[in-house]
C-alpha cells in the first residue's frame, strides 16, 4: 500500500512538473531565443551623385512570423555629397539583439565631356566704329554640372571676345566671338510719296522729299546729295536721284521717275466704270458709248461673262483692275491677300485682251477705311507697294453715288452733272452693275457734250488722282 501511494504522489508531482513545463517553458525557451535578421539586397551599395537611394530593406523573422517593421533603421545617405554612408539595422527580441549593416557609397562618376557653351548672338559681328560692343549673352551647360553659366569667364584679346569655363571634373571649354569695329552697313534712304510720279507739262514740281537712316553714322541726315533734273516744261520722263554715303563709304542711291505729260485740257471727262462686268447692264453701258462715240474706263473683277469684257476691249475702251473677288475681308487681309487676288484678275484680262494692264482702282478707293478692321495701315503700304510693282492706281473726284445714296437715274444724273468742272480732270465714279447708272449714262454724256466736255479714257499719259489715304 505504501508504495501505491508512493507512486501515486510521483504521478501527481510529474503531472504537476509536467502542468508547469508546458505553461510557462515555451514562452521560457523563446525568451532565450534569438530572432532572425537578413539585409535584402547588397550590404555594399554603390550609386552616382545625384541619383536616388532606394533602400531595398531587410528580412526579420522570429518564430516564423514577419518582425521587420520592428527593425530600427538608423543612418543616412546624402545622394548630393559624394562619402561613404553606413546604414544600421536593429532588430530586439527578448534577451537577444539582432544588428546588420550596409555600405552605401556616393560618387561622383569620372567625367571626360566638356562643358558646352552657346552665344547669343552671332560669333561675328561688325559693331559701329564709334561704339562698343554690347554683350549679347551666353550660356555654359555641362552634362554632369547643369547650367554652369555664372562661372564664365570673359576675357577680351585683340578683335576676340574669348568665354571660357570649366566643369567640376575639370573639363574646359572655349568658345570665340569676333567683335570686326567697321560699318558695312549702307544707308536706309525712304522716299515720301510714290517712287513714280506724274505730272501735267508746264506745271510746278515740288519734291515730296524722303528720310534718311543709317546704324552707325548720326550726321548722315546733312549728306544726302539730290540730283533733280526735271524739267516740266518739257514732256519726257525724269529720275530724281538721292544719294548719299555715310562716314564708313557705305553709298546708297534711290531714284523716283518723274513724268512730265501732255497738259490735260480743263473738261475732260473719265467715265470709269467699277465692279462689273455684268449682263443686263455693262452691255446696254457699251451700246450707249458706242452709238454716242465715247471711250470708258473699265475696272473690272472676275464677275460677269469673258465675252462682255472682250466687247469693252474691242471697242476701245480701257481694261483696268479692280481685284478678282472685291472682298474687302479677304483683299484687305494683308499685302499677299491683295497682290494675289489682283494677280487673278490681271490674268483674267490678259487672256481675253493680251493686254498687260497695270491700271488699277482699289476697292473703296485708297481713302477706304474699311481695310483698317483687317489690317491696320495696310494703304499706306498698298498704294507704295503697287506703285513699286509698276502699277498705277487712280481714285475719283466725281462720284456719282450709285453704290450709296443715288438709287434712281435721276439722282446719279444729278450727282455727276453738279460736280464736274471745266478746269480740271474730272474722274467720275460709277458702277456698270448698276441700273440706274445705266439708266442716267445717255443724259450725261448728253449734258457733257452740250458743255464742252472731252472724253478720255485713262492711259499713261493721265494725271494722278489720288485720295489721301487714311487708315
Ligand atoms: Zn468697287
Given at each position: 500500500?505504501?508504495?501505491?501511494?508512493?507512486?501515486?504522489?510521483?504521478?501527481?508531482?510529474?503531472?504537476?512538473?509536467?502542468?508547469l513545463?508546458t505553461i510557462s517553458?515555451?514562452?521560457?525557451?523563446?525568451?532565450?531565443?534569438?530572432p532572425?535578421?537578413e539585409l535584402?539586397?547588397?550590404?555594399?551599395?554603390?550609386?552616382?551623385?545625384?541619383?536616388?537611394?532606394?533602400?531595398?530593406?531587410?528580412?526579420?523573422?522570429?518564430?516564423g512570423?514577419?518582425?521587420?517593421?520592428?527593425?530600427?533603421?538608423?543612418?543616412?545617405?546624402?545622394?548630393?555629397k559624394?562619402?561613404?554612408?553606413?546604414i544600421?539595422?536593429?532588430?530586439?527580441k527578448?534577451?537577444?539583439?539582432?544588428?546588420k549593416?550596409?555600405?552605401?557609397?556616393?560618387?561622383?562618376p569620372?567625367?571626360?565631356?566638356?562643358?558646352v557653351?552657346?552665344?547669343?548672338?552671332?560669333?561675328?559681328?561688325?559693331?559701329?566704329?564709334?561704339?562698343?560692343y554690347?554683350?549679347?549673352g551666353?550660356?555654359a551647360?555641362?552634362?554632369?554640372?547643369?547650367?554652369?553659366?555664372?562661372n564664365?569667364?570673359?576675357?577680351?584679346?585683340?578683335?576676340?571676345?574669348?568665354?571660357?569655363?570649366?566643369?567640376?571634373?575639370?573639363?574646359?571649354?572655349?568658345?570665340?566671338?569676333i567683335v570686326?569695329?567697321?560699318d558695312?552697313?549702307k544707308?536706309t534712304?525712304?522716299?515720301?510719296?510714290n517712287s513714280?510720279?506724274?505730272?501735267?507739262?508746264?506745271s510746278k514740281?515740288?519734291d515730296?522729299?524722303?528720310?534718311v537712316?543709317?546704324n552707325?553714322?548720326?550726321?548722315?541726315v546733312?549728306?544726302?546729295k539730290?540730283?533733280?533734273?526735271?524739267?516740266?516744261?518739257?514732256l519726257?520722263t525724269?529720275?530724281?536721284?538721292?544719294?548719299?554715303?555715310?562716314?564708313?563709304?557705305?553709298?546708297t542711291?534711290?531714284?523716283?521717275?518723274?513724268?512730265v505729260?501732255?497738259?490735260?485740257?480743263?473738261?475732260?471727262?473719265?467715265?470709269?466704270?467699277?465692279?462689273?462686268?455684268?449682263n443686263?447692264?455693262?452691255?446696254?453701258?457699251l451700246?450707249?458709248?458706242k452709238?454716242?462715240?465715247v471711250?470708258a474706263?473699265?475696272?473690272v473683277?472676275?464677275?460677269?461673262p469673258d465675252?462682255?469684257?472682250?466687247?469693252?476691249?474691242?471697242?476701245?475702251?480701257?481694261?483696268?483692275?479692280h481685284?478678282?473677288t472685291?472682298?474687302?475681308s479677304?483683299v484687305?487681309?494683308?499685302v499677299?491677300?491683295?497682290?494675289?487676288?489682283?494677280?487673278i484678275?490681271h490674268?483674267?484680262?490678259k487672256?481675253?485682251?493680251?493686254?498687260?494692264s497695270?491700271i488699277?482702282?482699289?476697292?473703296?478707293?485708297?481713302?477706304n477705311?474699311?481695310?483698317?478692321?483687317?489690317s491696320?495701315?495696310?494703304?499706306?503700304?498698298?498704294t507704295?507697294?503697287?506703285?513699286s510693282?509698276?502699277?498705277?492706281?487712280?481714285?475719283?473726284?466725281?462720284?456719282?453715288?450709285?453704290?450709296?445714296?443715288?438709287k434712281?437715274?435721276?439722282?446719279?444724273?444729278?450727282?455727276?452733272?453738279?460736280?464736274?468742272?471745266n478746269?480740271?480732270?474730272?474722274m467720275?465714279?460709277?458702277?456698270?452693275?448698276?441700273?440706274?447708272?445705266?439708266d442716267?449714262?445717255?443724259?450725261?454724256?448728253?449734258?457733257?457734250?452740250?458743255?464742252?466736255?472731252?472724253f478720255?479714257?485713262?492711259?499713261?499719259n493721265?494725271?494722278?488722282?489720288?485720295?489721301?489715304?487714311?487708315?
Amino acid at each position: 500500500m505504501k508504495d501505491i501511494a508512493e507512486l501515486h504522489r510521483k504521478m501527481v508531482l510529474f503531472f504537476i512538473g509536467f502542468l508547469l513545463l508546458t505553461i510557462s517553458g515555451i514562452p521560457l525557451i523563446m525568451y532565450f531565443s534569438s530572432p532572425y535578421l537578413e539585409l535584402k539586397g547588397s550590404n555594399e551599395i554603390t550609386i552616382n551623385i545625384n541619383e536616388s537611394y532606394d533602400e531595398p530593406g531587410v528580412i526579420a523573422t522570429y518564430y516564423g512570423n514577419d518582425v521587420s517593421p520592428e527593425v530600427i533603421v538608423t543612418g543616412n545617405v546624402d545622394t548630393t555629397k559624394p562619402n561613404t554612408y553606413k546604414i544600421k539595422y536593429s532588430l530586439k527580441k527578448g534577451l537577444f539583439k539582432k544588428e546588420k549593416e550596409r555600405t552605401v557609397i556616393v560618387i561622383k562618376p569620372s567625367n571626360k565631356v566638356a562643358p558646352v557653351i552657346t552665344l547669343k548672338g552671332s560669333s561675328s559681328v561688325n559693331v559701329c566704329p564709334n561704339k562698343s560692343y554690347e554683350e549679347e549673352g551666353y550660356t555654359a551647360t555641362d552634362d554632369l554640372d547643369g547650367d554652369i553659366t555664372s562661372n564664365v569667364s570673359v576675357t577680351t584679346k585683340d578683335n576676340k571676345i574669348i568665354y571660357s569655363v570649366k566643369d567640376s571634373s575639370g573639363n574646359t571649354s572655349t568658345i570665340e566671338r569676333i567683335v570686326a569695329y567697321q560699318d558695312v552697313t549702307k544707308p536706309t534712304i525712304t522716299l515720301k510719296g510714290n517712287s513714280s510720279v506724274t505730272i501735267s507739262l508746264n506745271s510746278k514740281y515740288t519734291d515730296p522729299g524722303y528720310t534718311v537712316t543709317d546704324n552707325c553714322d548720326s550726321t548722315i541726315v546733312n549728306k544726302v546729295k539730290v540730283t533733280n533734273n526735271v524739267n516740266p516744261k518739257e514732256l519726257g520722263t525724269y529720275e530724281v536721284i538721292y544719294e548719299v554715303t555715310d562716314s564708313a563709304g557705305n553709298k546708297t542711291s534711290v531714284k523716283r521717275t518723274v513724268k512730265v505729260v501732255k497738259p490735260v485740257q480743263g473738261g475732260v471727262i473719265y467715265l470709269t466704270f467699277d465692279d462689273g462686268p455684268k449682263n443686263g447692264t455693262t452691255n446696254v453701258i457699251l451700246d450707249i458709248l458706242k452709238e454716242e462715240g465715247v471711250k470708258a474706263t473699265f475696272f473690272v473683277t472676275n464677275s460677269g461673262p469673258d465675252s462682255l469684257i472682250k466687247r469693252e476691249y474691242e471697242e476701245g475702251h480701257t481694261i483696268a483692275l479692280h481685284t478678282a473677288t472685291h472682298n474687302y475681308s479677304k483683299v484687305y487681309a494683308s499685302v499677299d491677300a491683295y497682290f494675289n487676288d489682283l494677280q487673278i484678275v490681271h490674268d483674267r484680262v490678259k487672256r481675253l485682251t493680251g493686254v498687260d494692264s497695270k491700271i488699277i482702282r482699289f476697292p473703296g478707293g485708297s481713302s477706304n477705311t474699311v481695310s483698317r478692321s483687317y489690317s491696320k495701315g495696310i494703304m499706306t503700304t498698298l498704294t507704295k507697294e503697287v506703285t513699286s510693282r509698276g502699277y498705277r492706281y487712280f481714285d475719283w473726284n466725281v462720284s456719282c453715288e450709285d453704290a450709296g445714296g443715288a438709287k434712281t437715274k435721276t439722282q446719279v444724273y444729278n450727282n455727276v452733272i453738279k460736280n464736274l468742272s471745266n478746269k480740271r480732270v474730272n474722274m467720275v465714279l460709277m458702277h456698270d452693275i448698276k441700273p440706274q447708272t445705266r439708266d442716267a449714262l445717255r443724259d450725261i454724256i448728253e449734258y457733257a457734250k452740250a458743255n464742252n466736255f472731252t472724253f478720255a479714257t485713262i492711259d499713261e499719259n493721265t494725271p494722278d488722282v489720288h485720295h489721301r489715304v487714311s487708315n
